[in-house]
């Protein structure tokens, strides 16, 4: 049975046993609301009609009501802030892409439903038919061209009748152990432990839309936070071949086991300190891991890459690669048109050419030898003198025998950057990736493989990284092995290749001691090849930035009051945030003018500066380059600079639009007004911000749409390189609302990034313990801010603000003025601590110990070269009673020394224990009454101090017994005051 409810605008469809749910949208969208077990009566559907359009962060308007985060549309729409697959992407002419489809009417015919939506800029007319039949629903896209001529994005959707459904499945965590367990002529089934679904093709004869067994990549399953998934990639693609071969398992070769390249009887030996990666001319794997390991009986190899998975071009099926030579060398070349790592031990090229086409390959390996990392990248030369249009061009594929892995990734969103997500691989691909033109606080451009027993110091971790800040894809494929790899997303790109391409390089390690070990490296690799070399282990400095202080409300007399009090607390660095330019006194206008907002600043940006010098202070800005806002002066005068289709409605994020960087003239003018404001005072740092994401990808400069957003990033590196070139002495901090793009492509320019606007002390926790993966605490800016986080309005004790944000590189984000005297002392007692171990917290080596994810508690340890200096940090998400014995563990510690383990001194309000402070003092107070609060102004409780001498070896395999927490029992300097929120830091040192 089929109805519309006319008041809500839902259409039901009910098989016997299962209803599906769709709602016609305002703006003409269809959802998809629900499709599960039936639903009987009325009060079934109350909460899904509560569509929860929360505005979170950069939200995206598009009309009154888009938002970024709202339904599962039957046709997601990336091209206007929704950044999931679309089920329909259709391509113009001149390379634009739409999956903007409006509804227009629909009929209902006893068990038949047509919707009927149109492109509101053409007359491309999609239908959407619905048949119940029994238990089933049968679906079908039929497409309908009046207009223009228009391609379908084969990349996405290739045929007329495939059906592809976006199903928010009833109460089903789709990332959790859903498999596909078949995937025969026609017939799909996704089966987790409680629950089958089935999909089979009802198309008959011979139907190219068919779902086919193999090759596997036909089907794609996605199952991301939006528990979307499409089923059928379309049969046009059905080169993707499983490559699998088999060696001679009784082959012997000698090998001597040095970090270094070596060649033997067409074998390459990649070797770095304690890592081995083997293969052969041919590109068949033979081994990945540990030196120690390697055996070379090779029971079966693992080709790299049937070609058409990691390239692809427009028009040429038969590409065909075939080995030439190599070369070794000490120095590895930098990419010329993108981010590249630096002072690699040895490098290795792999020459290949494809005759027929003429085309040539580069594969390039650097070897890491101290932080056991591998780079590849692939270069594409372009033989004839005609264009190439490349489709596809990832920067690697790693293939492995063994299929039984775990993927971890750093998911998350907008003030919750890089949470660890962790699924089970089985057949089919599982793959993370971004399309909004940053590499995203969706999901960070890394992934690793794990075992179901690894943790974080025994077992397998694999990690892959991408020094790429645009568009990207990592991806795990099983079938009868696990390839994986990554790159540029092929998502709407394509490039025109008139001589060369070059890929994003990639970064591998392995690691046998768990995850530790494997985000040793990569913090090793990051901090030693990475940051530009001006920055190597240089200490950043203590700042303070005045966006949570003022936001836009500031003038000169304010940033200098707040300068003054911060030059007498030990802060080293001022940094004036957004607000500074043109006449912006909220987000709606100036992007693109760097003139002074005179209103504000009356005696400049050197005024301001000289005088902020003099108090003994660096002074740094915030700019936002990338942007323009349409209430602009360089919007008057270069509309043509912003990023917008010539003839459809713009969608804003933070009411700004983005400035088409694919355009050398844009690169150039807003060179030249940086070079400007940068020169224009004694500048020691800038804080480099970009607030949204794509979603107008139309470049009235490009041709080809494809080509825009990547063109885009080599524009955006293009100008970095430059700056940088120009300002070397800069302290850059990248930014993108918060941690949107924080990635190694980035910190090849800035040394540190923004790390999230989320300032709250305890979801920092997790946000530092899954950033930590893979970057390093130098790199990783965190901030004390204030009592009431602006976010998300928890008041975390100010010495876990503090605690938490000294694994990182430090600032504060807190209006000084307003801040107790009581307070001042405590944050000038914690600067002092923080300059003093600075070294150490912000370039030692990083061990986690407690994970918040899995515990109440988080808990790392910092050690320098010979862990003679440790630094560890214990912090408690809630108090629970009847805990038992507590101890903290420790790990990493040199076992030939003996250790003290003393707390930091640190200072704690009485008003804490409440009216328990009676039991203490000679006379009664009442809670909260005048004596209470004088006594918590001026009376400064310390916490109780451990005082512990142990071997290294008690300490790594025991830990410590820390004094016990308060549990309805004294309080004195024997118990340890805690409440939630609570944390201290240990100071570990060699006797
Ligand atoms: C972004 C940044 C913030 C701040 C504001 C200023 O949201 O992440 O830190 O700089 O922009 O507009």
Redesign the pocket.
Known sequence: MIYFNEEKRDIHIRTSNSSYIMRILEEGHVASLYFGEKLKNKSHFSSLYKRYEVAR?VSYTWKSNYSMIGELYEFSYCDKGDYRESSIDLIYSDGSITCDFRYLSHRINDNNLVIVLRDPLTELIVKLHYTVDGEKIIRYTELENRGEEVYINHLVWATFDTSILPLRLNNVPLNQGIRIVDADEGLISLENDDLIYRFQSESEGDVTGKFEKSPLNLIRANFGEDCNFVLAEGALHSTGKVALSYVNKNRKTSISGKPSIEVLDDIFYLRTNRLSYCFDTRLNHLYFGDTADEKLDFSGKMKEFTTDRILQFEGIENLNFEYQNYKLSDVKEELKTLPSSHGSDQCLYLFFSDKTNHIDLVLTYGLFYESDCFTRSMKIINRTREERILTRALSFTVPFADTDFNMMSLDGDWISERHINKRKLSGGRTYIDSKKGSSSNSHNPFIALTKDDTTEFKGTGIGFSLIYSGNHIMEADVDSHLTVSGGINPHFFAYHIQDEFETPEAVFTYSSEGLNRMSQNFHCFVNNNIVPGQFREKERPVLI?S?EATYFDFNERKLLNMASKAGKMGIELFVL???WFGKRDD?TSSLGDFSIYRKKLKHGLNGLCRKINKMGLDFGL?V?PEMISIDSRLYEEHPEYLLKHPQREMSFGRNQGILDFSNPEVVDYVYGELEKVFSSCNLKYV?W?M?RNFSDTYSGYLKDQRECTHKYMLGVYELFKRIMKRFPHILFEG????GDRFDMGILCYFPQI?TS?CTDATERTYIQYGTSMVYPQSVICAQVSSDVNHQLLRQNPIESRFNVASFASLGFSLNLKDVSAFNMSIIRNQITFYKEHRKLLQFGKLTRMESPYDSNHYAMIVSNSDSSKNIYINFQELVKSSRSLEIFKLKGLNEKYDYTVETRQQIENVKVVGELLNHVLPFRIRQNGVIHNIISRFYKYKTECENIIASGAELNCFGFLPKHQFAGSDINENVRLTTDFSSRLYLINKV
């Not at 930014?735 to 918060?738: D, K, Q």
């Open positions: 962060g930035n966006w945030d957004d607000g987000d915030w936002e804080k911000d607030n930014c993108a609302a918060g923004w606007d």
